[in-house]
Each structure stands twice: as C-alpha cells, then as structure tokens.
C-alpha cells in the first residue's frame, strides 16, 4: 500500500502551499477592511479579485473539476489534498481558486448532464470565473433532508416550464455576479417512483417571478465570501423547456451524482480548518503563561493537541480511502465510506476547533482570530449535504443488511 502522493499532486501541493503564504494569508485582514469600504457587502473585495487573477496565472484554477476538457483532469485522490490546503483559509482560497462551492457542484452537474448549448451559456463563464451560480434546492416548509419531500412545482406550459416555490439557504444567491439558479422541483408530484418525480432546470437570476427575499445568517454570519445563502420565491417563473438538465425526472439521480464529489471535497477542507485550528493552539501555547508558566507545558493542553493531531490523521487517511474508491470503483461502490466521512469529519473538526477555541479564552469568540468563523463553518456541514442522522440511518441499514 502506497501512501506517497504522485508527482503532479506533489507539484501542486508545492505551489498551492506557497500561494496562500504569499498572497492568500496575507489577503485575509485586507479583505476584511475592504469588505468594510463596499457599497453592499455583497460586493466582492478588490484584493480578492486579484487572488483570482493570481492564482489563474499560476494555473492554480478549476483544481477540482476532473473533466480535462473543462478543468485540471485531477482526480479525486490527487485534488482532496488540494481541498486540504484551501480549507485552511475557506473564506479565501476555495474562490480564490474557482473551487469554491456551491459552483463546484453546479459546474460538475452542466459538465456532466447539460448539453452543448447550456455549457455554452453557463458553463463557460462559470469555469472563467466570470459569473457566480447558486443551487436551489432546500426548502422552508419541508424536512429537506428527505429530498423527496421538495414542493416546488416545475410544471410544463408548452414550450415553457412555469417554477413555483420557496427555496432558502441557497449558497451565493446574494452575491451580485450571481447569474444561474440550478433549481430543483417536482414535474411529476403524482408519480408512482417517489425518485422519479424531480427534474432540475436553468433559471436565470433576472427571470421575472424570481425574487431573492432576504439573506439568510448562519450563527450570525452572512458567509459573504461564498456569496451568501439566501430565502429566494420562484412565483411562476418561466423559462423555455430547453432550460430542462438532462431528462425530465433525473433530478433526484443528478442530485446525487452531485453531492458525492461535494462531501470529499468538504470533508477535505475541514481537515485544512482543523490543521489551522491546530497551528493557532500550539502557536497560543507557547506565548501565553498562566498559573506561573507557559500554557503550553499545561497537562491539559497536551491532551487537546495530541487528540486534535490523532484525530486529523485518522480522518485525512479515511477521506483520501474515499477519495480512491471513488476514483476506482465510482460512488456507488463507495457509498459507505462517503458516508462515513460525512458522519466523522465535521463532528471530530468541530470539537477540534471548540478546543482551539477554549486555548484563546476571549480572544477565540472575536473576530481577532478566524476559529469563530472556522467553528460555524464546521458545525454547519453536520447539517449541509444532508444531516449526519440520515447518513447514520443509511449506513446503518446497508451495515444490518448483510445479516438479514
């Protein structure tokens, strides 16, 4: 078993460590106080503007896409300890980068299931960096985690389809380069296949009848740098029938060819939130005293940074496991390991990064230091891409399976 990484991962681990010393750290303050300046805080940051130029004239651009027509022709192995490296400044280096969902996801889907002349419109400006996109599926008045319980009708009109519904947290929806809604809704509610009733269409952010409402905080952040997540209201938007991706009633199947990728790619950042978790308690340890030496020699803290190191190396060898099975056997056959990661990452990183948090005392709440930010992220996605209890309840069923 070989666990060195290739030559080409090597290269670009190199040169994407030494872009976020050199330009991604240093931008992370100065981003801060020009967001500060906007006219709308929705407004992009000039200096991240020039991250982006910088990291496309490295060639540091589109790392995640697999397609070697549209991106690196990375795999899923050889990018996951990539999505490490810019998970450890995630407001930042994922869009800096052009890796920053939700447009990952939305990219994957018009690569894979569009058609030519969707990937035209959207595709294109998307991997350029020209336009932001945002996913809608999550609603208000459903459990969305049975994804099969959406209301939003998609109903035929002639050559139109007439969107009717209620979205919320859909990601980058407030930000103003925001030009694509991928949406998903019932065009078939009465179908006997419960996972056949869903398609997904294109619907342009100024088709008429499409309203963003108001943004949506997550623990009091607005998560600007992704664009935000926003409560949007579809009444009666129209856009024409070849707005459809793929066939009518595969949204549900697109939906998960979508999110399999999305989960090595969080999970991957999340060790990168807790390497810098890491880095910020043993850096505080060391140049604090407290009850007459450093904290550092502190029993206790030793216990925090030995679990926290244990811990990270467990989850990076799990995901990078998933990462090849995926690469090898496809998603289905690495349906439980995905899972797995899903289950384990956010949980264990949340509790690394609460550690981190205690270590600071005052200053680990303020925005003097990024853990506060870092532990919303990471509590958040026990929630995103579906909540921990029903890939629980999922791996469960499969594991009980082989005993019946």
């Known amino acids: 078993m070989d ?13 994407l460590l030494a872009f976020m010393d050199e330009h991604v750290y240093p931008a992370e303050q100065v981003a801060h106080e020009q967001r500060a300046l906007l006219a709308s805080p ?3 940051p000039q200096v991240v503007e020039d991250l982006k130029a910088e990291a496309r004239r ?15 022709g990375l795999t899923n192995l050889q990018y996951a300890p990539l999505a490490e490296i810019t998970g450890r400044s995630p407001q930042l280096a994922p869009t800096a980068t052009n890796c920053a969902a939700p447009d990952t996801g939305n990219m994957e889907v018009l690569a894979q299931f569009a058609d030519e002349a969707q990937k035209k419109q959207w595709l294109q400006p998307l991997l350029a960096g020209e336009i932001r996109s945002a996913f809608a599926m999550t609603e208000p008045d459903v459990a969305s985690s049975d994804a099969t319980n959406i209301t939003t009708h998609i109903e035929r009109d002639g050559d139109d389809y007439v969107i009717t519904g209620r979205k919320w947290y859909i990601s980058g929806a407030m930000n103003p380069d925001c030009g694509i809604f991928i949406v998903m809704g019932k ?13 997904m269409v294109l619907v342009p952010r100024d088709t008429p009848g499409v309203t963003v409402d108001r943004a949506m905080q997550v623990f009091g952040y607005e998560d600007h740098y992704h664009g935000g997540h926003a409560e949007v209201t579809f009444d009666h938007a129209r856009v024409p029938v070849s707005n459809l991706i793929g066939e009518e009633g595969g949204g549900f199947a697109i939906a998960q060819a979508r999110l399999g990728p999305g989960r090595i790619h969080h999970c991957m950042r999340l060790i990168g939130m807790a390497e810098r978790a890491i880095e910020l308690m043993c850096r505080r340890a060391v140049s604090r005293d407290a009850f007459g030496k450093p904290l550092a020699q502190q029993g206790v803290i030793h216990n925090w940074i030995a679990d926290a190191r244990v811990t990270v190396e467990q989850l990076r060898l799990l995901v990078l496991k998933t990462a090849w099975l995926m690469d090898t056997v496809g998603n289905r056959g690495a349906h439980t390991e995905i899972q797995a990661i899903k289950i384990a990452t956010p949980r264990a990183v949340v509790d690394i990064i609460d550690r981190a948090i205690q270590l600071h005392g005052a200053g680990g709440v303020s925005q003097d230091f990024p ?3 870092l ?3 990471a509590r958040t996605l026990m ?3 579906g909540p921990d209890e ?3 309840r999922s791996l469960a069923r499969r594991e009980i399976k082989k005993y019946l």
Do not use: K
């Open 187 to 199: 065009t078939d509610p009465d179908g006997e296949d419960i996972r056949r009733q869903q398609s």
């Open 371 to 373: 853990l506060a930010e």
């Open 390 to 392: 029903v890939h629980q």
């Open 58 to 72: 490295q060639g540091l651009w589109n790392l995640f896409l697999p397609d070697a027509e549209h991106g690196a």
């Open 42 to 44: 929705w407004d992009t």
């Open 383 to 385: 929630i995103a891409d």
């Open 375 to 377: 532990y919303a992220g």
């Open 3 to 15: 666990f060195a990484f290739d030559a080409r991962t090597e290269e670009l681990r190199a040169r």
